[in-house]
């Protein structure tokens, strides 16, 4: 079946059973798995189960394939892979958590270089700081520098073994 025929129907069979927030994410440049994947929300368990057999059915119907479907035990997020699509339908609360459009989003968010640069600086002065808080504790307890101590061996008590 052809993609842009099969995204339709899965869409209209979504929109049929009154899917909110119906996304496509054309994902052909960032994996050969499938080209596009479709996420919806539904209000309640029964809800997101019945949308996704929707969209099972409505493909079905029309000829297309099912490669499988997943997690219609709990209905908090099944997903229907049609094979070049794969359709998620979430919850809100499963979908706010797992985020799956900002995962496969093609534009990287970028971070401002000024904010970057911000972020190193103290983690810089703490390590300098650090360091000469070290020599300075070495130097007062009258030991050199380059001085060590071994470090105490502990030896853990044995066990009696159970029978």
Known sequence: ????????????????????????????????????????????????????????????????????????????????DLGDIVVHVMQPAVRAHYNLEELWQTVPKRVNAPAATKATEPATKRATTRTSTRKTASATKGTTAGATKPAPTRTRKKTPAAE
């Open 1 to 80: 079946m052809d993609i842009k025929k099969l995204q339709k129907l899965a869409v209209s069979a979504l929109e049929d059973i009154k899917a909110k927030d119906i996304e496509v994410i054309n994902t052909s440049k960032l994996t050969a798995m499938f080209d596009k994947i479709i996420v919806a929300t539904g209000d309640s368990n029964r809800q997101v189960n019945a949308l996704a057999r929707s969209v099972h059915d409505k493909v079905k119907e029309a000829g297309g394939a099912i490669v499988g479907m997943e997690g219609e035990d709990s209905g908090e997020w099944v997903l229907v």
